[in-house]
């Protein structure tokens, strides 16, 4: 009846177009605030508002600014946190995957190693950056932090190692790791190692093993009262994850050398 009686009084039967309010940004300030947002990718709402109010002298809230993006496609997410690389490191790196870049099935006999720290709490920093979907891995989405890894692979991959022949280990250039002592440890065992540039976590699919470790640790709601306790929810976890994606790891060994070749020794998506 209503569409009838539209139709006899206006003739027409279409809606009206929705008028609600106004943007108070025109097609140009958002353009120009989506420049703003990537000058700075870390900036937050509240800053990006005081850096608009500074550069225009117009008030925008919060809300505002974080919808204009939103449709931009700017979305605040979670930066990739990487270790600092000098030239040298860089150089290295490049150097490691070109002397590497043909390996196919040499991968599945090296046993990598990896010192990854799991904590009774886990810690979500508040650091947030801006980006379109699709380029997590460009510098500028990028936070480079030291890290610090606490020991204890050695005494359970020697043995191990001694039970696979052929295995080609591992292991970072970590002090530690090419002490004197160390060495001598290892060519007493007769273990063959694997040249490993420093600063290389990407190149390591153990490293995303332990990912998934600590992401399934993550759902787990129970608290942990001890380290012990941790220690035999972590085995537990390791004891039962699919082989399948394990082999996918090692399969991603040339895509993960060419992506380092790709980037001339630079920091990779892996």
Known sequence: MRVWKQWAEESRA????????????????????????????????????????????????????????????????????????????????????NVHRSWRADWQQIVFSDESRFNLWYHDGRIRVRRYAGEPHIPECIIERHSGRTPGVMPQAIPFLQGLPGAVFQQDNARRHVAKTVKSYLDSQQVQLLPWPAYSPDMSPIEHVCDIVGRRLARDLRPVASTDELWLRIQTIWNTLPQTDIQNLFNSMPRRVAALIATRGGHTKY
Do not use: E, F
Not at 17 to 29: E, H, I, Q
Not at 58 to 86: E, F, K
């Open 14 to 97: 279409a809606r009206k177009s929705w008028s609600g309010p106004r943007n108070v940004t025109s097609a140009r300030d958002d353009r120009r605030l989506v420049r703003m947002a990537q000058t700075d990718r870390t900036a937050s709402s509240r800053q990006l508002v005081a850096q608009w109010s500074t550069a225009t002298g117009v008030s925008l809230c919060a809300s505002s600014i974080r919808r204009r993006l939103l449709q931009r496609g700017l979305r605040a997410r979670i930066p990739l946190y990487r270790i600092p690389l000098t030239q040298n490191h860089r150089r290295l790196r490049l150097q490691w995957a």
